[in-house]
């Protein structure tokens, strides 16, 4: 079948839709079909639906996509009442989903310093007084996201903090969150000193010569720290959500595959302009720790009371699917970076040294089973090759327990060849971040030697063997901006000149279609939405965005200079940036 046969048939199933309903409504014959709301001409659209890949236009009406097809066809439907939006050959794509977030009322960009993609050192340094500055007395200065693999790769200190923040406790995290740093008054108000044990996994890094502590905390022993920062209030944490779901539209981002800030979200549902599509994750750094069947049967119980207090707004009913609670969140390595991911091999860079789990392969075992046995997949924090096989491990030790959606790894930095074909096999979904590549470009073949780096970051290997691979920012590590993520992930290239310039084992680089895939249907196929967001498909809630220009073909570096100018979400737009 021809593209324009299948148009013809799609736009002839939407037309028949449309009359079936208003016959069902108001007992009148197909000639009663209510004209579209809205209908986009001129696109140059990427559907993210194989059935008609490329279209010119669609029409909405009730929020959901009631046709496809060319633009002749759109305006034949149209009515006098139905809003034109001229796309002026633009590209359209479906609304994005970031398939793994930390997107909170606390995020670096509504609370505290966010120094991401800032790669002078002296520059966070007025950034961060001048937050200081603005701040009330006696509260703590946080956010972070500062990567200093960007500049010198020399970690920052204590002193350096000290200078510009001296009497105000600060703690701002490194953008992978893994690591935080610190100023003397935290670690005072904390009590850390040399001498203070580290939580497994965790380390106070100490200067070798003084033998004083840095100002830089490793995994685990960033909480010893954390733990006594007050709390943001109700108040301060709702509304800094608000803004970060804004934020995420500005970015075409319509759904989020979100780990934390639950009660936050179900207020937004409840209370505010709830303009995301939340598939939550039940997340712990540690996992459950010591109480874990008692916080696995509340998260059971959790999932409950989410869809119940969802239902009873109604407003799923005009606008689709808004927020559940559908897995759970667990962590087994650290970071290349920080030498904490665990590594079959000795790190390159580090003799004798592969990493040390925060949750061991037995117990990460014991936490799937118990996890997948409740009903509940699993997404697993795994970045070193080590630490992916015992995810699979453990996976395959659990595959008799059903669960209603793929479990998952995140991440997967570096991975086995073999262990490749293993995801397909236990059909476990890839879930990685392509700005993770790109900035670890320059520490990478540090860490891991140059044979190693063939295997970093396989996303066009996953897809050869036919693993589902979704795409995120895994924000605040790297930016949300979707368009930036798929760059990096078709360029391969780091924007701060690493690798000379050069793009890093080409051979993994994906497609632009490969990618939009990635960022659109493939994260819908994980979640109870697949049929219903996720691509401009007829009878689908209309999620969309328009690009300020078109995607060039064939690929080039001008893709870097696209951006959102307008974002719909339900056929409602909710985002422009001339508005």
Not at 437 to 466: C, F, H, Q
Request: hydrophobic letters at 40%.
């Amino acid at each position: 079948m021809t593209i324009k046969q299948t148009l013809s048939t799609i736009i002839g199933a939407g037309a028949l839709m449309l009359a079936a309903c208003s016959a069902e409504d108001s007992g009148s014959g197909p000639t009663d079909v209510r004209a579209p709301d809205l209908i986009v001409l001129n696109g140059d659209v990427y559907t993210s639906d194989p059935a008609a890949a490329r279209i010119q236009a669609f029409a909405i009406t009730d929020g959901k996509f009631s046709a496809v097809g060319t633009n002749e066809q759109m305006q034949a439907l149209a009515a006098s009442e139905t809003k034109i939006i001229d796309a002026q050959g633009n590209t359209v794509t479906p609304g994005l989903i970031d398939a793994h977030s930390h997107v909170s009322g606390n995020s670096p960009y509504v609370a505290g310093v966010d120094l991401a993609y800032v790669a002078d050192k002296a520059e966070w340094l007025e950034m961060i007084a001048e937050a200081d500055k603005r701040l009330p007395e006696g509260e703590w200065l946080i956010g972070g996201s500062w990567d200093h693999t960007l500049s010198d790769g020399v970690y920052p200190t204590k002193q350096m903090l000290d200078k510009v923040v001296p009497d105000r406790p600060a703690l701002l995290r490194h953008i992978d969150g893994h690591y935080s740093w610190v100023n003397s008054k935290a670690l005072e108000m904390a009590g850390v000193t040399a001498e203070t044990e580290a939580p497994p996994g965790g380390e106070i890094v100490v200067d070798p010569e003084t033998g004083e502590t840095t100002g830089i905390l490793l995994e685990g022993a960033q909480n010893l720290v954390a733990n006594i920062i007050p709390d943001r209030s109700d108040v301060q944490r709702q509304e800094g959500l608000a803004k970060m779901y804004k934020y995420a539209n500005s970015f075409g981002i319509t759904g989020l595959h979100q780990m934390g800030g639950l009660d936050d979200y179900i207020h937004i549902v409840e209370n505010g302009d709830p303009t995301l599509r939340i598939w939550y994750g039940t997340w712990s750094s540690g996992g459950f720790g010591d109480t874990f069947e008692a916080t696995l049967k509340d998260t059971v119980a959790k999932k409950t009371e989410i869809r119940e207090r969802v239902q009873a707004t109604s407003r799923e009913e005009e606008a689709g699917p808004l927020l559940r609670l559908g897995f759970v969140k667990l962590i087994n390595d650290g970071v290349l970076s920080a030498h904490t991911a665990v590594l079959t091999d000795d790190y390159s860079d580090r003799e004798g040294w592969k990493g040390e789990y925060i949750t061991s392969p037995e117990e990460l075992k014991a936490q799937v089973q118990a996890v997948t046995a409740a009903g509940l997949p699993v997404a697993i924090h795994s970045i070193g090759d080590a630490a992916v096989k015992a995810s699979l491990d453990a996976f395959e030790a659990a595959k008799n327990n059903v669960v209603p959606f793929p479990n998952r790894v995140e991440h997967i930095e570096i991975v086995h060849t073999e262990d490749i074909q293993r995801f397909k096999e236990l059909g476990v979904v890839a879930s990685m971040q392509p700005n993770h590549a790109t900035n670890s470009i320059a520490y990478v073949p540090e860490r891991v030697g140059d044979l190693r780096s063939a295997r970093a970051y396989v996303w066009k290997s996953m897809l050869k063997a036919g693993v589902p691979v979704v795409f995120g920012a895994d924000y605040a590590t790297s930016p949300l901006n979707p368009l930036i993520q798929i760059a990096d992930s078709v360029f391969r290239v780091s924007p701060f000149g690493f690798n000379d310039g050069e793009p890093f084992h080409p051979e993994q680089a994906v497609t632009f279609e490969e990618a939009l895939m990635a960022y659109t249907q493939a994260g819908a196929n994980i979640t109870p939405w697949k049929d219903e967001i996720g691509s401009i498909t007829v009878g689908k809630w209309a999620d969309f965005v328009v690009l300020d220009g078109k995607v060039p073909v064939p690929m080039n570096i001008s893709f870097r200079d696209l951006a959102v100018d307008v974002t719909y979400f339900a056929g409602r737009e909710v985002y422009s940036k001339t508005r």
